[in-house]
């Protein structure tokens, strides 16, 4: 596959010490930001739902066309998931299948360009194909709101983070911004990015599973579940929290405001991609170009352009392109942002040294 050169941000010429990382690597812990109090849940109208797109047709006539249409592309993420050591049941109304499907969608180091093309196609019509459960639940929700007249807190925050971006969300382009200058790696909102790079560097590996930090109990030790965790967005979270970023509490851990760590239970933007999102649109606002983006910054990948967003990686080596480090599956500067832009994936950067904290 093509690999789609990707501008980056110019680093002015600056002298740096490493610094200490901050949090769980030092022991130390970080406190929650004094700004970030609980906020009120506004409400939602049965209008304002909006549904997931889903491939044409009915449920069953489609699941019967892609079983033939992509049969080679489930041989090659079958022969994937074996060489990774993955138990699944290869069943794409599965939910498990659909989550451990992702990883597939990012192996560029593992497939052959032509391949990696049946596997993009086959990842993009299963991210349209799952939204059809997702779709039931929302409808659970709108008929529960035109029942009862209102839902729960908790409700509509979770209803929130099942419903699709809006169309006319502005999302990373791959270029150079026009109105761009020269800054300097060092943030001033306390955000350390070499030591959220360091910390995503140790805990992910290309030859061994590294998959959880074990001070993260809730994904590393519940349930004895050490290497089982569809990961992605809670491994980012550790790296940012490690980089200096402070906890932001919202009305409950379903909010979109919410961006905290519990081993009770973490917030939802912690370790769901689609909801961090939410939480960092607002609070570090989406990057215009790639350019704008450097080392410790952070990207969000929509496969199908359907508006749910899908994996989230963390930058951790640039030269002319942007090179990711990330979990589910483990991977390390192998694959880079170019290989997304050049598999039509809609691409969601945060300059983390605009983020408030």
């Known amino acids: 596959m093509e690999v789609v050169e990707v501008?980056?941000?110019?680093?002015?010429?600056?002298?740096?010490?490493?610094?200490?990382?901050?949090?769980?690597?030092?022991?130390?812990?970080?406190?929650?930001?004094?700004?970030?109090?609980k906020v009120l849940t506004s409400e939602i109208?049965?209008?304002?739902?909006?549904?997931?797109?889903?491939?044409?047709?009915?449920?069953?006539?489609?699941?019967?066309?892609?079983l033939r249409k992509y049969e080679k592309a489930i041989g090659l993420v079958k022969q994937y998931f074996e060489d990774q050591n993955v138990s699944v049941q290869m069943e794409i109304d599965d939910p498990e299948f659909q989550q451990l499907l992702?990883?597939?969608?990012?192996?560029f180091d593992y497939f052959?360009?032509?391949?990696?093309?049946?596997?993009?196609?086959?990842?993009?019509?299963?991210?349209?194909?799952?939204n059809y459960?997702?779709?039931?639940?929302?409808?659970?929700?709108?008929?529960?709101?035109?029942?009862?007249?209102?839902?729960?807190?908790?409700?509509?925050?979770?209803?929130?983070?099942?419903?699709?971006?809006?169309?006319?969300?502005?999302?990373?382009v791959n270029g150079t911004n026009p109105n761009a200058f020269e800054?300097?790696?060092?943030?001033?909102?306390?955000?350390?990015?070499?030591?959220?790079?360091?910390?995503?560097?140790?805990?992910?590996s290309n030859s061994v599973i590294l998959r959880n930090n074990a001070v993260f109990g809730y994904y590393s030790t519940k349930n004895n579940c050490f290497a089982c965790w569809n990961d992605c967005t809670n491994f980012v979270s550790q790296a940012l929290y490690n980089?200096?970023?402070?906890?932001?509490?919202?009305?409950n851990y379903q909010s979109a405001s919410s961006w905290s760590y519990s081993d009770i239970v973490p917030s939802y933007t912690w370790g769901g991609a689609h909801n961090f999102y939410l939480h960092w649109k607002?609070?570090?606002?989406?990057?215009?170009?790639?350019?704008?983006?450097?080392?410790?910054?952070?990207?969000n990948a929509d496969f199908a352009g359907d508006g749910a967003i899908d994996h989230t990686a963390i930058i951790t080596y640039q030269d002319t392109n942007l090179w990711l480090t990330q979990h589910t599956d483990d991977k390390k500067e192998v694959t880079n942002v170019g290989h997304w832009y050049s598999s039509g994936y809609s691409v969601y950067g945060y300059e983390m040294d605009k983020a408030s904290n």
């Not at 980089?243 to 009305?251: P, W």
């Open 7 to 37: 501008t980056i941000k110019k680093i002015s010429a600056v002298v740096f010490q490493t610094t200490v990382a901050f949090g769980l690597l030092t022991g130390g812990v970080q406190a929650a930001n004094p700004n970030a109090g």
């Open 45 to 66: 109208r049965t209008e304002s739902i909006v549904f997931l797109p889903v491939p044409e047709g009915d449920m069953k006539t489609v699941k019967v066309n892609a």
């Open 102 to 107: 992702k990883s597939a969608g990012t192996a």
């Open 112 to 130: 052959s360009a032509e391949d990696m093309k049946e596997v993009v196609n086959f990842v993009s019509f299963m991210d349209l194909y799952e």
């Open 133 to 172: 459960a997702q779709n039931d639940v929302i409808l659970k929700y709108k008929n529960k709101l035109v029942k009862e007249g209102k839902l729960s807190n908790e409700e509509k925050e979770t209803l929130r983070g099942l419903m699709p971006i809006a169309k006319d969300v502005p999302s990373t």
């Open 183 to 204: 800054v300097s790696p060092l943030a001033t909102n306390g955000y350390d990015r070499f030591a959220a790079r360091d910390y995503a560097r140790q805990w992910a």
């Open 243 to 251: 980089g200096g970023m402070k906890f932001y509490y919202g009305s």
């Open 282 to 299: 607002g609070r570090a606002g989406v990057a215009a170009y790639t350019s704008d983006l450097q080392t410790g910054d952070v990207v």
